[in-house]
């Protein structure tokens, strides 16, 4: 079964080092999203992604963040600056062009921010 | 605004006893809901989801949930409890805007004694 795949699974950066998360989505699937979990708190929603553009973002998603999809097949979440409360579990999704559509997600990447 | 929220952060039962987690969602459309379930150190995987054709859905593992709309509820439910349940469990909807937003309840860890 296809699936989401994220690299790295585990990334160490310092306060105030820019990082890129990278995500590569189901090849058919025309939605892609970053989601972010802090330890032991709620998956919050960052960005959605369509058609080269974003969809929607939240409170969270500031000019800190930034997302691209600079091929085919590759979808990257930068935080050009990090802060030590980025550190987090992120977790990229995908789906299809469906309400209905569940979110596929990857095993994520854990960055820690020291 | 649409919303879920999830009540109790932790349920415990023992092997092969009932298990209800609880879901109620805010909409005033036809809601989008879903429910995840998370393993330590992966992704979200998706249990089940409902649509319309059946207030009753069927998922994976054996789970179900039961769509109320007088209640405005999404539970979910399992007749019997197997050590291997033991997780964290998301409720989700998917919210009816310009975009794509799936938004997710705080969670439920599910905790199984032998």
């Known amino acids: 079964e296809p699936e989401v795949t994220q690299t790295p699974s585990h990334q160490v950066t310092q306060m105030g080092q820019e990082v890129i998360l990278r995500c590569v989505p189901i090849?058919?699937?025309?939605?892609f999203y970053w989601y972010r979990q802090i330890l032991g708190q709620k998956v919050e929603f960052l960005v959605s992604?369509?058609?080269?553009?974003?969809?929607?973002k939240s409170e969270i998603f500031d000019d800190q963040f930034s997302v691209e999809r600079p091929d085919g097949s590759n979808f990257t979440l930068k935080i050009r600056s990090t802060k030590l409360e980025d550190s987090a579990m992120y977790f990229c999704?995908?789906?299809?062009?469906?309400?209905?559509?569940?979110?596929?997600f990857g095993n994520g990447t854990r960055l820690t921010v020291t | 605004a649409q919303s879920v929220t999830q009540l109790g952060s932790h349920v415990s039962v023992s092997e092969g006893a009932l298990v209800l987690l609880r879901c109620n969602y805010s909409?005033?459309?036809?809601?989008?809901l879903f429910w995840y379930v998370q393993y330590p150190n992966q992704g979200l995987q998706l249990l089940l989801k409902?649509?319309?054709?059946?207030?009753l859905v069927k998922g994976i593992n054996g789970f179900e949930a039961e769509f109320k709309k007088s209640e405005t509820s999404f539970h979910l439910t399992k007749p019997s409890a197997h050590m291997s349940d033991a997780a964290e469990y998301f409720c989700?909807?998917?919210?009816?805007?310009?975009?794509?937003?799936?938004?997710f309840g705080a969670g439920t860890r599910l905790f199984v004694k032998a």
């Open positions: 999704a995908s789906s299809d062009l469906d309400r209905n559509s569940p979110l596929h």
């Open positions: 090849s058919n699937h025309l939605y």
């Open positions: 992604f369509y058609n080269n553009e974003i969809s929607e």
């Open positions: 909409s005033s459309v036809p809601p989008y």
């Open positions: 409902y649509t319309s054709a059946a207030t």
């Open positions: 989700a909807v998917t919210l009816n805007t310009g975009g794509f937003k799936t938004i």
